[in-house]
């Protein structure tokens, strides 16, 4: 989660920018649908799963006991369900879950799998004004807070099962740096939401024209593989003129 807000936050600083950390985590190529099945998506299904039964089990008690620690274990649930909604549903949006032919035709007209890692910031900020405009830019931003909280404190209180701070005294140091942590990943995270639905639509006609020139740089330089299905399917006269380029397709 640091690393993929950050990664999407550091759209704040440029088009450019944002595409080359796009670039370098797509030049995995075929490798990475096993690192998102195995490094990603399994232990996020896991973890839900294992999630619900938490939830399902949990002893809620804020109504008896007002404590902050009653309410920290209450909302550590919400913020699990609602974390869990946020992913399927972002996943689905941005990724799609699945990438083979027949299945991405039925989901694409819905506007889902619609972000495209080399067209990367154009994309994003488009796929945030589908749906009216503001359904995307709400429910991100109540799910990236629900999961930077459930973070926070779930690193909490998993130290305490896992015995590294038993004692009040130890409990309180490990909530205060939770909190500061949770305190820098919350600016993070708003920092990427803001640079994802910031943009308006001439903003997004210029990113373009900066990722398909940096397309035809980096397919000619041997960087990225000359993948169409990568791209926007919106043809401009820049994504033309990249495409009419002789560049290898077998990288
Ligand atoms: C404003 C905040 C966010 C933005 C702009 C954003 C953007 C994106 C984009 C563009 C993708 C597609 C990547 C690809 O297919 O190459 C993606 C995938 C994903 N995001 Fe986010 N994201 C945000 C917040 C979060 C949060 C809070 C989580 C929590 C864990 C998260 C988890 C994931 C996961 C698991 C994937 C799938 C990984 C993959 O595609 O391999 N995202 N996100």
């Keep these: 989660m640091v690393i993929h807000l950050t990664t999407n936050a550091s759209l704040l600083n440029s088009t450019e920018t944002f595409q080359r950390a796009v670039y370098m985590i797509h030049s995995a190529g075929k490798a990475l649908p096993i690192i998102e099945w195995g490094g990603i998506f ?118 305490i099962t896992w015995g590294l701070w038993i004692s009040p005294a130890a409990q309180a140091r490990a909530s205060k740096v939770s909190v500061v942590f949770g305190a820098v990943l919350t600016v993070i995270a708003l920092s990427a939401w803001w640079a994802a639905v910031a943009p308006g639509p001439e903003d997004v006609a210029n990113m373009r024209t900066i990722e398909d020139r940096m397309y035809k740089a980096n397919v000619e330089a041997g960087v990225i593989s000359d993948l169409p299905e990568k791209r926007s399917a919106a043809v401009t006269p820049d994504t033309a003129a990249a495409s009419e380029t002789d560049v290898p397709s077998d990288q």
């Design 42 to 159: 399994a232990p996020l299904l896991f973890h839900g799963i294992l999630g619900i039964w938490i939830a399902k089990n949990a002893k809620l008690n804020t109504s008896q006991y007002r404590f902050t620690s009653n309410r920290r274990y209450a909302w550590q649930r919400w913020t699990g369900i609602i974390a869990l909604v946020y992913l399927f549903m972002h996943i689905w949006h941005m990724h799609g879950w699945f990438h083979f032919g027949p299945y991405l035709d039925v989901i694409r007209p819905l506007q889902m799998a619609s972000f495209r890692p080399y067209n990367a910031a154009s994309t994003l900020a488009e796929s945030m004004n589908q749906w009216g405009g503001f359904v995307w830019p709400a429910f991100y931003l109540v799910g990236i807070l629900a999961c930077v909280y459930h973070l926070a404190n779930g690193l909490w209180t998993a130290g």
